[in-house]
């Protein structure tokens, strides 16, 4: 039983590019709640939100995809 390693890099790069996501969507939203103010409040907010979701999503598959290489499957 051996590991598909094309699906392996494949799962991290997706990893990597989930990781800078999952710290800029946090600050984001902390931005836009610090600058209620702001009439681009809404925008942030909604682009944090946004960037968010999509780090769970990249970190889902890339986690997905090695499980698959790993396990043969």
Same mark, same amino acid.
């Given at each position: 039983m051996s590991t $598909? !390693?094309?699906?392996?890099? !494949? @799962?991290?790069k997706k990893l990597?590019?989930? =990781?800078? =996501?999952?710290?800029? @969507?946090?600050?984001l939203i902390h $931005?836009?709640?610090? $600058? ?9 907010? @909604?682009? @944090? ?11 889902? =598959? ?12």
């Open positions: $598909n !390693k094309e699906l392996l890099s !494949k @799962g991290i990597a590019l989930a =990781l800078p =996501l999952l710290f800029i @969507g946090p600050s $931005n836009a709640f610090i $600058n209620k103010q702001n009439d681009w409040h809404y925008l942030v907010l @909604g682009i @944090g939100i946004a960037t968010c979701v999509g780090a769970v999503y990249l970190a889902f =598959l890339g986690f997905k995809i090695m499980m698959r290489s790993l396990f043969n499957d």
